[in-house]
DNA sequence: TGCCTCTGTCATCGG
DNA sequence: TGCCGATGACAGAGG
């Protein structure tokens, strides 16, 4: 239906509105405008396209020349390679309060111009031109004397625009905000931002002036076209940025960041992500735009490049690398860590290589990093990043990975002011080897590492293993390792356990002797008080039987005679002959 | 070189 | 009956 070609329709006028009335009920459900339909809507829009596409084009080409005109107003500084203001002898010396280096470093963003472009002044006179200031009487002279001055140079453009721009030209862009970015993102102005783009990779430890020497430059130009100070430091960038220009539309960001990069070295990417994103993620919900989209094309800009899986592999990578907790709790020559089998099986299922893997790939880059990424290819589908980034990993960066974690490990070393213990030493060593399983099972290529077959549930093993088609010897082989590494584990755990058995008996042994020794001391005190017990009444016994009278009044004999007591607490004297007697009647 | 310690592995037992 | 953990015994590596 919306084949039908216009030159056919056109037997008159009439006849034209008529068919497009027809067409469009018969389109009309299909979602169709009666304008879809309407020829003369269609040349006025094609006209109105063309007048905006010429516009367009001078707007383009007055911008190219503003560039052109910048541009020749810097030369590069062999020295010091920055771009520099070409000498002007009509430009003033810097004013007391004035930041020249801002102002130079705002310059230095543009590459060395050509010859023959427009002389400074006469740049800065077409700039006043294009964007006039709203108090002009403020506006001095567009030479060069106002560029080095800090409230009237070409920053002050960028301060104007936290104020109404009149757009007094219709071919011009409606806000200097606007007119900022396009002026940016010129291809050739670019092209020398790039020449300035700092590597992909940044060595976030070391301070981003010392690994790019044009850091001062692009990063004071950055901060000039902030409006802030240049000696401000990069965090002091953003959040100066943001408060310096609340006002400013911050999807005009993607292109005013072209060399924010520098800005994420600085940051680190989390940080540089946090701060940009968040907002570009704010602003483009709020204007329904798609900064990020604007960004990802815009390879200086691109911070879809830092995220995982793309060139920021290498430095996400290294990153990772860097953290101390690369155990692989697998390890079975390697160091065991019973305790936290899972270290290296990360929630999201992925893995790390172990020391003595990574160790193994810097040996034989070629041959075991396949080995390795052809596993992994094979076992891990839902590959996390981390997995990915380390299976993907250069050889070279292999190397580089060796080479910092033997600096960690040195560190390490010297972090401990005692020399570390020789079962350390021990350990390290054996953590530097591949086990044997892993040896074998890398020769036969089992599709799983050693960890996995180790530590999965029964479950997952029998899922894993009905997954993949192995031979006979890899079946054998893979049995064999979850064997073993089920029984290392549990030798490990048996000869922890005895060794607490050990030390609790130990413990019980000194316990035990603790208490034999206050027994002892116990039992000679009570044997003292019961021998002091025995003489008491032997004496007091004596004592009565001394008072004691007979009818005669002579003393009894302790001999003929003892005292008895009853239940009732009666104390009788018995003669002992008669108990004697009494004993023999008994008999 | 012998001794000691640590660790992996095997064989066996019991749940 | 097979699986799995526990454990004694042995061997090898390293200090």
Redesign the pocket.
């Known amino acids: 239906m919306m084949e039908i070609e216009m030159p056919k329709m056109q037997p008159s006028q009439q006849q034209d509105m008529d068919l497009i009335d027809i067409l469009w009920r018969q389109d009309i459900d299909l979602g169709a405008g009666r304008e879809v339909f309407d020829f003369t809507y269609r040349q006025k829009e094609s006209e109105l396209q063309k007048q905006k596409e010429q516009e367009e084009e001078k707007r383009q080409q007055l911008q190219l020349e503003q560039e052109k005109a910048l541009l020749a107003q810097l030369q590069l500084d062999e020295e010091t390679g920055e771009f520099v203001p070409r000498p002007n002898p009509s430009s003033l010396p810097p004013q007391p309060g004035t930041t020249p280096s801002t102002e130079v470093n705002q310059n230095d963003v543009f590459s060395e111009g050509n010859g023959d472009a427009m002389s400074f002044d006469e740049c800065m006179q077409l700039l006043a031109e294009t964007f006039p200031l709203v108090e002009p009487t403020e506006t001095t002279p567009p030479c060069l004397e106002s560029s080095v001055s800090t409230t009237t140079d070409s920053s002050q453009l960028m301060m104007a625009t936290e104020q109404p721009a009149p757009t007094q030209n219709a071919m011009l862009p409606a806000s200097l905000d606007q007119a900022w970015m396009e002026l940016l993102s010129i291809p050739e102005l670019q092209q020398c931002l790039n020449m300035i783009e700092p590597p992909a990779y940044v060595n976030t430890n070391v301070p981003v002036e010392l690994q790019d020497p044009n850091y001062n430059m692009y990063m004071a130009g950055l901060t000039d076209l902030a409006g802030n100070n240049a000696e401000s430091c990069q965090s002091e960038y953003v959040n100066g940025f943001e408060r310096s220009f609340p006002n400013m539309a911050l999807p005009n960001l993607d292109q005013m960041s072209l060399t924010a990069p520098d800005v994420n070295s600085g940051f680190g990417t989390e940080g540089l992500c946090d701060v940009l994103y968040s907002d570009l993620d704010v602003n483009s919900a709020e204007n329904g735009a798609s900064p990020l989209a604007d960004t990802a094309n815009d390879p200086p800009m691109d911070l879809h490049a830092l995220s995982p899986g793309d060139t920021f592999n290498t430095s996400k990578a290294e990153a990772m690398v860097e953290f101390p907790d690369s155990d692989s709790g697998l390890?079975?020559?390697?160091?065991?860590n019973v305790s936290s089998p899972d270290k290296s099986l990360h929630d999201d299922g992925s893995f790390e290589f172990s020391d003595a893997e990574m160790d193994d790939m810097d040996n034989d880059p070629g041959s075991v990093e396949s080995d390795f990424m052809e596993m992994f290819s094979l076992s891990l589908a839902s590959d996390c990043q981390q997995t990915s980034l380390s299976v993907q990993s250069s050889p070279a960066h292999h190397q580089d990975m060796q080479g910092k974690h033997s600096k960690s490990e040195s560190m390490e070393g010297s972090g401990h002011t005692k020399p570390p213990f020789?079962?350390d030493?021990?350990?390290r060593?054996?953590e530097a080897?591949l086990?044997?399983?892993e040896q074998r099972a890398k020769a036969l290529q089992i599709p799983f590492t050693v960890d996995m077959i180790v530590n999965l549930p029964?479950d997952d093993?029998n899922e894993m293993m009905s997954k993949h088609q192995l031979n006979e010897a890899q079946l054998a082989l893979v049995r064999?390792i979850?064997?073993?590494?089920?029984?290392?584990?549990?030798?490990?755990?048996?000869?922890k356990?005895?060794m607490e058995?050990i030390l609790g008996l130990e413990y019980d042994l000194d316990s035990l002797k603790e208490e034999k020794e206050r027994l002892q001391k116990e039992k000679t005190e009570n044997s003292r008080n019961l021998r002091q017990m025995k003489q008491q009444l032997n004496a007091l016994y004596l004592e009565v039987f001394s008072v004691l009278r007979d009818e005669q009044g002579r003393p009894y004999s302790p001999g003929e005679y003892s005292l008895q007591q009853t239940s009732d607490g009666s104390v009788f004297l018995v003669p002992r002959v008669k108990k004697t007697l009494v004993k023999s009647d008994n008999r």
């Open positions: 390890s079975l020559d390697s160091s065991p020789t079962k030493k021990a350990k060593r054996s080897r086990s044997r399983d029964v093993f064999d979850r064997r073993r590494g089920k029984n290392k584990v549990a030798a490990q755990n048996c000869r356990r005895k058995s």
